[in-house]
């Protein structure tokens, strides 16, 4: 019983937290038609700036709120000066796969970068580390607060995309960019602002990863594989559909790593695998 | 002799139904117009009878002489293609790459199976001269003029030998006298024995060529008959001819 | 020659046939592949596994046999899907083959890694160079072939190619599949340069990018853009990966971006601007 309690408690951590890189990622590709393969990196970002803060003694809870503004600046610089070249230079179906290969550019350079910062060993800092036992079981402090923060952010977030102005001409942009540049809605701006907020939500599940993991400067691309995995999943372009494919696959992977931790990717792999010959639009896709 | 017969068919995009239950029928040598607002499914038919989408129902048979009845519905367009029914697509969909010639030419050593080089382009050439494109020969594909591009769409069809041509829209956007050049071209493919069905928008060209026409309207056929017929049909006035 | 030129030879080599490989499926279809890891880590793999037994020319064929029967499988499933979908899939294959291969070692045979059977410089260096002419002459040969073709037609416009005949997902998984034989022969030739090897040396997804951003940086439209795309980075490499394997990799990057941004057309593509400029300059004096 308990052992089924702290696999779906880490289920739904890791759930939280690949919906929240999902969504934006699925915000980099379903509306700027980017593919994001340096998401990952962002993450990274994220988990190393909480870290360097938290020796300064600032608390990784208020790292969330000083984190983020940088990220979402650098997401929208790099969207303002490449990519906004690139769509300038290649047409149509060129630009998807162009944008993927400079995004792989930009992992190498940021991760890189990173790793003349802060070098290449795990690095990691005490947060909360006590426990309490709740319905007979005993969870880590840390984690709670881990998940408590993944939920409000995830669901949050797709109820300001759904419910919000901003939110709706996002989704207008991605439904149809002509139908909304026609309607008044700045497209190439909206396309930096997703890319962004791509950016910042990778930050904060930096974060939120730093508090109960070891982080390390390589850690981005294994992050960048699941958002994908999760994107393709949900099918792409779809929030909600990220929103569910992150939990579900969170779910899936706490599960999987309690009966054979090595092959939890193996497992993503296979589900994708089936999913795509099965329903090539994903669960949700249009 | 129905050389291709429609049951059934229907397609789903999510929750619309594109086409409906729709039964048609192909007869040996005759050219069928397909009409309907826009809409109405009249590409998504050709695409089902191609291969180019699945069929969610129904199925499509085609008859020739020598091997009977056979269903085509379910296969891949190569497949469809070496059956023998070719297609044209509403926009132009040619190979920018390549010249005007090895554009004709793909067509002629794909699409006849165990062809040499030699007959390749020996049906390269005859099918050239049938269509009238010498003039355009040495220009680049993307610098011919609309009703080149046209042509050469119906070019690459003709080069894969087909005893079934779709043509979808060839006569959009041409001037009138471009499009009476048009319906010459289709009535000669048609007198070299090839069976027709084409999709098309200039009323005039539909009612003087097409021996049968058949009418779609939100993905149901709305009726069939002869041009006089169609022309004299309520309903079809209603939603089509009067709007 | 000296070892270390015979070692650095073939390293160019290597990246040569990677390069040249990867252009003569990706280039003419416009489907980025990130296998080619996948497919020399196979070959890595089959002289870990079979290099006591069988001679260097047959662990190639063998190594190229493996990667193209690999390649066959995978391309079936993954390349009726299109664009950014089959990058994905090729990328996450790397990870997934390092994975299953990790697993498999560790629950079955209880190791992490093996080692490697020890094959002199030299015979490496004229197998990769055996390797390279074969492949430059298939390549040369699928260029005119009706092969080839197809093959230009599928990349310039699949439901054209498709309605005129042209089995297009043959087409695709065979010119994937032969080029993973270059890229698996290669992988096999090459394991010897490591005494050891494990899943994380052979599965390298370094060794899926660098095909990529030479064939990118060199131009696609010829056969040799990729090849000097490769001889330029192999070198780049050799000079900086050991001594400054970050600022190495951060140049990499910063070089796959520019490319992309400023020289679309690669090298090749900037020398053919430049040299017409000369002859038009020379027409009007």
Redesign the interface.
């Known amino acids: 019983m308990t052992t089924l309690l702290n696999i779906i408690i880490g289920g739904l951590i890791m759930g939280g937290i690949y919906a929240i890189i999902s969504m934006g990622l699925s915000m980099q590709y379903g509306v700027a038609r980017i593919?994001n393969v340096s998401h990952g990196e962002f993450i990274m970002l994220g988990a190393f700036l909480t870290w360097t803060l938290s020796q300064a003694g600032i608390s990784p809870l208020l790292s969330l709120v000083i984190v983020s503004p940088p990220l979402f600046l650098i997401g929208f610089i790099i969207h303002r000066t490449?990519f906004k070249?690139?769509s300038s230079?290649?047409g149509g179906?060129a630009f998807?796969?162009?944008a993927?290969?400079?995004s792989?550019?930009?992992?190498?350079?940021l991760?890189?970068?990173a790793?003349?910062i802060w070098g290449s060993s795990p690095q990691g800092y005490q947060f909360l580390v006590k426990s309490v036992t709740l319905g007979g079981a005993t969870f880590a402090v840390n984690r709670l607060v881990v998940l408590l923060f993944a939920l409000v952010i995830s669901i949050g977030f797709y109820f300001f995309l759904s419910r919000s102005r901003i939110g709706k001409s996002i989704r207008a942009a991605s439904q149809d960019p002509i139908a909304a540049g026609l309607m008044g809605v700045k497209i190439n701006r909206v396309m930096a602002l997703c890319f962004a907020i791509g950016a910042l939500l990778a930050g904060l599940a930096g974060v939120l990863l730093s508090m109960i993991y070891q982080i390390n400067t390589a850690m981005g691309?294994s992050y960048t594989?699941i958002a994908?995995?999760v994107v393709?999943l949900g099918g792409l372009g779809s929030i909600p559909g990220s929103l569910i494919g992150g939990f579900i696959l969170g779910l899936v992977g706490s599960a999987v790593s309690y009966i054979?931790p090595?092959?939890q990717?193996?497992a993503y792999?296979v589900i994708?695998?089936l999913l795509?010959?099965v329903r090539?639009k994903g669960l949700l896709g249009? | 002799m129905n050389i291709l017969e429609g049951h059934g068919l229907t397609k789903a995009f999510g929750g619309r139904v594109a086409v409906d239950n729709v039964d048609f029928t192909l007869a040996e040598g005759e050219i069928l117009g397909l009409i309907g607002p826009n809409g109405a499914g009249k590409t998504t038919l050709f695409n089902l009878i191609s291969g180019a989408l699945s069929i969610d129902a129904g199925t499509v048979t085609l008859t020739d002489s020598d091997a009977g009845t056979r269903r085509v519905s379910g296969l891949k367009p190569h497949k469809i293609c070496h059956l023998g029914i070719a297609r044209t697509f509403q926009a132009a969909k040619n190979f920018p790459g390549m010249s005007l010639y090895d554009n004709i030419l793909s067509s002629a050593q794909f699409g006849n199976k165990h062809i040499s080089d030699k007959d390749a382009k020996a049906k390269t050439d005859k099918v050239i001269e049938f269509t009238g494109l010498e003039p355009l020969m040495d220009k680049s594909v993307k610098d011919i003029p609309l009703a080149g591009q046209k042509r050469l769409e119906v070019a690459r069809a003709l080069a894969t030998n087909p005893s079934i041509l779709l043509l979808d829209e060839v006569m959009a956007g041409l001037n009138p006298s471009e499009v009476e050049e048009s319906m010459r071209l289709v009535t000669k493919i048609n007198e070299s024995g090839i069976t027709i069905i084409m999709i098309e928008h200039v009323m005039k060209a539909i009612m003087s060529i097409c021996g049968r026409i058949l009418v779609l309207h939100h993905g149901q056929k709305l009726a069939e008959g002869s041009p006089e017929e169609i022309s004299s049909d309520k309903s079809v006035i209603e939603v089509y001819l009067g709007g | 020659m000296s070892q270390y030129t015979v070692v650095l030879l073939s390293s160019i080599i290597m990246y040569i046939v990677l390069a040249v490989s990867w252009t003569m499926f990706s280039a003419p279809t416009g489907y980025v592949s990130l296998a080619t890891a996948a497919f020399f880590g196979a070959g890595i793999y089959t002289t870990a596994f079979l290099g006591e037994f069988i001679p260097l020319p047959l662990l190639m064929l063998v190594g190229g046999i493996v990667s193209f029967v690999l390649a066959f499988l995978v391309g079936a499933i993954t390349l009726r899907l299109r664009g950014v979908y089959f990058t994905i899939f090729t990328f996450g294959l790397v990870e997934l083959l390092k994975n299953l291969v990790l697993w498999f070692e560790i629950k079955f045979t209880h190791v992490r890694g093996r080692f490697v059977v020890s094959i002199d410089h030299t015979t490496v260096f004229w197998s990769l160079l055996v390797l390279l002419a074969l492949l430059l002459v298939a390549v040369a040969l699928i260029k005119r072939s009706r092969f080839g073709r197809a093959l230009q037609a599928v990349g310039e416009s699949e439901d054209a190619a498709a309605h005129i005949g042209v089995n297009t997902t043959l087409v695709k998984v065979t010119a994937f599949a032969v080029s993973a034989f270059a890229a698996g022969a290669a992988g096999a030739a090459m394991a010897t340069r490591w005494s050891y090897i494990d899943p994380g040396i052979a599965f390298n997804s370094l060794m899926s990018f660098m095909p990529v951003l030479m064939a990118i940086f060199g131009g696609m439209r010829k056969t040799a853009g990729p090849v000097i795309g490769a001889i330029l980075f192999a070198y780049l490499e050799e000079l900086l990966i050991t001594r400054f394997p970050s600022l190495y990799m951060i140049i990499f990057g910063a070089i796959m971006v520019g490319v992309i941004l400023f020289l679309p057309d690669g090298i090749m593509g900037l020398v053919t601007k430049l040299t017409r400029r000369g002859a038009k300059t020379l027409e009007h004096s």
Do not use: D, H, K, T
């Not at chain 1, 792989?104 to 350079?109: A, D, E, K, N, Q």
């Open positions: 593919l490449a070249r690139l230079i290649s179906g998807e796969g162009n993927m290969l400079v792989f550019g930009l992992m190498f350079i991760q890189n970068v790793m003349i691309m594989v994908i995995i393709v054979e090595s092959l990717l193996v792999y994708i695998m795509l010959l090539p249009r």
